[in-house]
């Protein structure tokens, strides 16, 4: 079996083509777990600047669609956790 991996550049573009198509069909409150998703995606290229951005902006997105006790709070505690968690090594590994 074949394993499958992306790049940076993937990533981005796919970003940009959900964050397009949610504005476009006006589905806001997606954007509390879209923006999670992107998050963790850029975690996984190795890019813990563009992993706290999204996970920045997941964070109001839950608290404008769900309030302060919305359903994702401990979805987001964990992702702030691992991305606190793995942004020294990282970015260790970018230098």
Known sequence: ?????V???????RVE???????K????????????????????VRRPDKAR???RIADEAWHAYGGENH???????QLWSD???REPQLSEKRK
């Open 17 to 23: 083509e959900l964050t397009y198509l949610i504005e």
């Open 53 to 55: 951005r999204y996970a």
């Open 83 to 85: 991305i606190n968690q």
């Open 1 to 5: 079996m074949e394993s499958y991996t």
């Open 71 to 77: 359903d994702g709070v401990d979805e987001m505690r």
């Open 25 to 44: 069909e006006e589905m806001w409150p997606l954007f509390t777990e879209y923006y999670t998703v992107a998050s963790r995606a850029y975690l996984s």
């Open 7 to 13: 790049g940076e550049k993937y990533v981005d573009d």
